[in-house]
């Protein structure tokens, strides 16, 4: 069973940046296609990015499309966010899912098995 740690969240400026990391305790880490999701108040989640497990293919929501990357060092069980050119409506608590290889790319939250507990980003104008 996966344990996931998020962090890297905060409070940052329009137009700033935030690397969001997200460890595994899990040490087979390196099967899961893992993902990234984002909550605003009185909103659903919804998808940010993905990635697959050999971090060979990627997949972002339109709205992070150009400003974030998702990318993952299996070495070290960790996957990262880097978001730039941040923007108000980004702000959100962030957190980090991990599920088969096969949930890779999927925009739903019910395709992932491992959750972390969020990291709040705050983006102000």
């Known amino acids: 069973q996966a344990q996931l740690v998020e962090s890297g969240g905060g409070l940052v400026q329009a137009g700033g940046s935030l690397r969001l990391s997200c460890a595994a305790s899990q040490r087979t880490f390196s099967n899961y296609a893992m993902g990234w999701f984002r909550q605003a108040p009185g909103k659903e989640r919804e998808f940010v990015a993905a990635i697959s497990w050999s971090g060979g293919s990627t997949n972002y929501a339109h709205s992070v499309k150009g400003r974030f990357t998702i990318s993952r060092d299996n070495a070290k069980n960790t996957v990262y966010l880097q978001m730039d050119s941040l923007k108000p409506e980004d702000t959100a608590v962030y957190y980090c899912?991990?599920?088969?290889?096969?949930?890779?790319?999927?925009?739903?939250?019910?395709?992932?098995?491992?959750w972390g507990q969020g990291t709040q980003v705050t983006v102000s104008t």
């Open positions: 899912a991990a599920g088969p290889p096969l949930s890779y790319g999927s925009t739903w939250p019910t395709s992932y098995t491992y």
